[in-house]
């Protein structure tokens, strides 16, 4: 598919159009609702944005971070999550996964089987959603966004 340059067509063909959480404050309430619908009791998301320095295609999809900080006599924790600013315009089931795999790293920090069994608890189609995103990503190398 790569070779014949029809990826494009394919997944524009499965998936027409991009997710509407352009902004990163839709972007943050599109975490929260995934992690109230599924991971209630996981500690709270403090940030949720798109990061201009994240190079997908060498790096990663999309980071975790747990910052702990000393404040007086207190111990403030916080989770932060960044997408790469290239998932600002794909389809939504993309986002999703993304979003769902940097979730399930509040519970499950390495990729072991009970990560991956909270994935697709949380999407179904995590593994398929999955290969096409990093399908997307290899066409994305090659060619040109899509989206």
Known sequence: MLDANSVSSWLLQRYPEAHAYGSEKALYQFAQQLKNQFMRSSSPISKVIYDDKIHVV??????????SRVQGSKLKAKNEIRISSLFRSVPEPFLRMILVHELAHLREKEHNKAFYKLCTYMEPSYHQLEFEVRLYLAHVERYEGLW
């Open 58 to 67: 060498n790096n990663a999809l999309g980071l975790h971070t747990f910052v």
